[in-house]
Nanobody, 126 residues
Framework: QVQLEESGGGSVQAGGSLRLACAAS????????MAWFRQTPGNERAGIAH???????SSADSVQGRFTISKDNTGNTLSLQMNSLTPEDTAMYYC????????????????????WGQGTQVTVPP
């Protein structure tokens, strides 16, 4: 079955950077709408960015200009480069894939995604 496995999380000082990766099995990242979500305790999972099969990206206002979503065709991975991190970015980060090539609602629509990874924790201490 389809598997998504995130890596790259950790603890970083405010202002620092991290790069998350999501390795996909039995799914070609270039053929599906892919996205990153994050979740904090007691809150719903929230989308932050998606990438279409064309390579076009879209991201939430809260991360625009700081986070970049991309895909590596050769390694079949999805990445999230996170710069200028703040304590408000502390969350569990999840990789997600749609059944479809079209992003439809994209990161704004959690039900648009059908496959999920287990998550990787990002912590930015105050």
């Amino acid at each position: 079955q389809v598997q998504l496995e995130e890596s790259g999380g950790g603890s970083v000082q405010a202002g620092g950077s991290l790069r998350l990766a999501c390795a996909a099995s039995r799914l070609t990242v270039t053929s599906h709408c892919m996205a990153w979500f994050r979740q904090t305790p007691g809150n719903e999972r929230a989308g932050i960015a998606h990438i279409e099969t064309s390579g076009t990206t879209s991201s939430a206002d809260s991360v625009q200009g700081r986070f970049t979503i991309s895909k590596d065709n050769t390694g079949n991975t999805l990445s999230l480069q996170m710069n200028s991190l703040t304590p408000e970015d502390t969350a569990m980060y999840y990789c997600a894939a749609s059944l479809f090539s079209s992003c439809r609602g994209g990161y704004r629509s959690t039900p648009s995604f059908h496959y999920w990874g287990q998550g990787t924790q990002v912590t930015v201490p105050p």
